[in-house]
Each structure stands twice: as C-alpha cells, then as structure tokens.
C-alpha cells in the first residue's frame, strides 16, 4: 500500500533541544517537502528536495535541517535556534513534471514544553 | 507578502446547494493551480487542479475556474454534502519551478444537513 508515513504523530519539544521528525514515502517520487502549518494561515515550505543529497531552502528555512540520504526518507530536524517550533508539520512528496501535484503525509503536532 | 489570498476564512452552506469558495493571487507567473481539502490533524488531499491554458476543469461534483486577467480562481461543489464539510486551500505554482506550491490561508466549509 503506497504512501507517505510520518511519525511520530505528537511530539513534545523541551527547551534548547532539537527534534527530528520522520518522513518516508513508498511511491518512488523523486521530490520531497516539509511545510509547516500554523492556525489561520496556508502551508508554508519549509524545505524541499528534488533529488537524493540535494535540498533547497524554503521561505522559512531558518532553525531548521534536512538531509536527503535515501530516495524514500527525508527527515526535518527542528533545533534550538527555531524559537516558535509549535506547529503541525506536514511532509509531502511528489514525481517532478509536467503534473506537480503533491501527496501528504497525516503529519506531525509538535508542542514545547 | 501573501501571493495567494483565500479572503474568506469560513463558509457555511445548506446540504444540496452549489459552495463556491475563492482564492486571488498576485504573481502573474503562476501557471498551474491546484485545490487542496483538509480535515484536522490530517494531511490534504487532492481535489482538482488547473493549468493557465485552461478556464475551466471538472471532475464529478468539483469544478474549478480560472480568470487569468483578474488573477483569480473558484471551486464549485455542486450538490454540496455534509461529507464535504473540511478546510479548503488553493494552491499555485510556477512550472517546472521544481512544485513548490504557494498555498493560500484556507476556508472552512461547513455543509449544514
């Protein structure tokens, strides 16, 4: 059953701690997102990645990493230096094309403590 | 600076009515539109999208339309259903700019029996 897995489905931040968040895909896209909801407002990227060990910056990139090791996995670190990290995390995926429709994962609520 | 602007945070509708949910945006390089639902703490799914050389896209219920010369797009649910009833975001992109999607703030459906 092909999809976008993300846990864990809650977590909890202390603080100066940093926190990964997992996504992996067996759909076999080549490009994978991170975008960040917060209530009231759209998703806003993160970052992205179109091919294995390449990522780009989003618009809201600072306090936060990436990396691309594997074509299924790509997992988003939050650090200390993100201030306001509470958010719902969404990652996402997708062929690169001519259709660039994206598919999301069910997300990650993460809280500070 | 909100490129996509959904101005209308909620929307309520009788069970059998047409919604029409709107969505502006500013960049004129935009070329590929796309309609998102969501129900909480989980991920969006696709809807229905549009590219630039069309005005209009259909499927089942959902229709999409696309002003060019006012920047502006709709989604039609017709008959509307309580099942419906899940926030709503528009989406766009520039092509081939590897689908980075701008998403707007959301609407929230409400489909009353």
């Known amino acids: 059953d092909g999809g976008i897995t993300q846990s864990p489905k809650y977590l909890f931040r202390k603080e100066g701690q940093n926190v990964t968040l997992s996504c992996e895909q067996n759909?076999?896209?080549?490009?994978m997102y991170w975008y960040r909801q917060d209530p009231g407002q759209g998703l806003r990227l993160i970052y992205y990645s179109q091919i294995v060990n390449d990522f780009q910056k989003g618009d809201i990139a600072e306090g936060y990493s990436v990396s691309r090791e594997k074509k299924e996995s790509f997992p988003l670190t939050v650090t200390s230096a993100q201030k306001n990290p509470t958010a719902f995390y969404l990652c996402?995926?997708?062929?690169?094309?001519?259709?660039?429709?994206?598919?999301f994962g069910s997300g990650t609520q993460l809280s500070v403590l | 600076d909100q490129q996509v602007k959904q101005n209308s945070p909620s929307l309520s509708v009788q069970e059998g009515r047409i919604s029409i949910l709107n969505c502006d945006y500013t960049?004129?390089?935009?070329?590929?539109f796309l309609w998102y639902k969501k129900y909480p703490a989980e991920g969006p799914t696709f809807l229905i999208s549009i590219s630039s050389i069309k005005d209009k896209n259909e499927d089942g219920r959902f229709t999409v339309f696309l002003n060019k010369s006012a920047k502006h797009l709709s989604l039609h649910i017709v008959p509307s259903q309580p099942g419906d009833s899940a926030v709503y975001f528009c989406a766009a992109s520039v092509y081939n700019q590897g689908g980075k999607l701008i998403f707007g703030q959301g609407t929230e459906l409400s489909v009353k029996p």
């Open positions: 759909l076999n896209h080549d490009a």
């Open positions: 960049n004129s390089m935009f070329d590929y």
């Open positions: 996402a995926s997708s062929w690169r094309g001519a259709d660039e429709k994206l598919f």
